[in-house]
């Protein structure tokens, strides 16, 4: 199972998904350049629009996941109260990219309490995936 945007909205009403989409920046990377660094804080949750990109973790570079699918979500510890990303996030391809800020994504759930759980049920499910595929690796 994979987490998308699709899968992220499915069961949020329409105004939800625009004023989400409108807190959204859209940005471009290269192949080789960093969104965000281990370590660095986590102010921002992406989908990606389209490229592909891989999460690596430890000095070693160790490549944990990649994001390669249209809407496919990442950056989830700016959600999750975490304050540092627990991976680096490489451009494997040009990067296209929707960003939003933890603050706008906080204050459109506080607008939407009733939201809440889907969404971070969503996210749960995402983290489990991932895990899975760690396991998978090993």
Same mark, same amino acid.
């Given at each position: 199972?994979?987490? +998308?945007?699709?899968?992220? /909205?499915?069961?949020? +009403?329409?105004? /939800? ?5 409108? %807190? ?16 660095? @804080?986590?102010?921002? /949750? ?30 989830? %510890? ?17 990067? @296209?990219? @929707? ?19 889907? /969404? ?19």
């Amino acid at each position: 199972m994979l987490i +998308d945007q699709a899968d992220l /909205f499915d069961g949020m +009403d329409r105004m /939800f998904i625009q004023e989400f989409m409108a %807190s959204t920046t859209k940005q471009m990377f290269n192949a080789g350049d960093i969104i965000f660094r281990e370590g660095e @804080h986590a102010n921002y /949750f992406y989908t990606l629009i389209e490229g592909s990109i891989r999460l690596i973790v430890g000095e070693s570079k160790t490549e944990v996941y990649q994001i390669t699918h249209p809407g496919e979500a990442f950056g989830w %510890s700016s959600l999750l109260d975490r304050n540092y990303y627990s991976a680096t996030a490489e451009c494997l391809t040009p990067t @296209h990219l @929707h960003k939003i800020e933890r603050i706008e994504l906080d204050k459109l759930l506080q607008k939407y309490p009733e939201r809440n759980g889907t /969404f971070y049920k969503k996210i749960a499910g995402m983290i489990g995936h991932r895990l899975i595929e760690c396991y998978r690796q090993m």
